[in-house]
């Protein structure tokens, strides 16, 4: 039971964050690329939780290393790509 609740709350919590994320961007573009860079991050996780479902015990562990290294990284490539869209939106303003 607390698997499912925890599940629901965590898809929940990636739904509300995403949906502030492109609803808090300042100008087109950046809206643009947030949408964007969104379906591809919850694309990579649902593969990886598929994954984690599809693949047998010891192969699975081996999942949370490109997991644990590209969404940090991932994450951080967008914030200083946003900050890049965010700058140039505002001197062409």
């Given at each position: 039971m607390g698997g499912v609740v925890g599940g629901?709350?965590?898809v929940l919590g990636g739904v509300i964050g995403t949906y502030f994320s492109i609803k808090?961007?300042?100008?087109?573009l950046e809206k643009q690329f947030?949408?964007?860079?969104?379906?591809?991050?919850w694309m990579a996780i649902t593969l990886f939780l598929?994954?984690?479902f599809l693949l047998p015990y010891p192969q699975r562990l081996w999942l949370w290393l490109p997991y644990g290294i590209f969404l940090p990284l991932?994450?951080?490539r967008i914030n200083k790509r946003l900050d890049e869209i965010r700058s140039s939106e505002s001197n062409d303003g």
């Open positions: 629901i709350v965590g808090n961007t300042k100008g087109p947030m949408v964007r860079a969104s379906i591809l991050i598929v994954l984690m991932s994450i951080t």
